[in-house]
């Protein structure tokens, strides 16, 4: 949510290196929505890889954090 806030305070910088999920997070719920709307034929399979890049982002975040 931290990460959120500081997008929408136009912290972008601050924002990424805090989640760096979060855009890709954004893109699957944009792009969700608009697939929903406008129906579009390949909308699936966009959104499996676009949550695809989200997970795999958050597990490298998490890696990173750890080490």
Do not use: C
């Not at 699957?28 to 890049?53: C, D, P, Q, R």
Request: aromatic letters at 14%; glycine letters at 4%; hydrophobic letters at 60%.
């Amino acid at each position: 949510q931290r990460a959120f806030l500081l997008l929408t305070e136009g912290k972008v910088s601050d924002s990424f290196f805090m989640f760096p999920a979060l855009f890709p997070l954004l893109a699957v719920i944009i792009f969700t929505i608009l697939h929903l709307t406008f129906n579009s034929k390949h909308g699936a399979k966009i959104i499996v890889w676009l949550f695809s890049l989200s997970v795999g982002t958050m597990l490298v975040n998490y890696i990173i954090k750890q080490l």
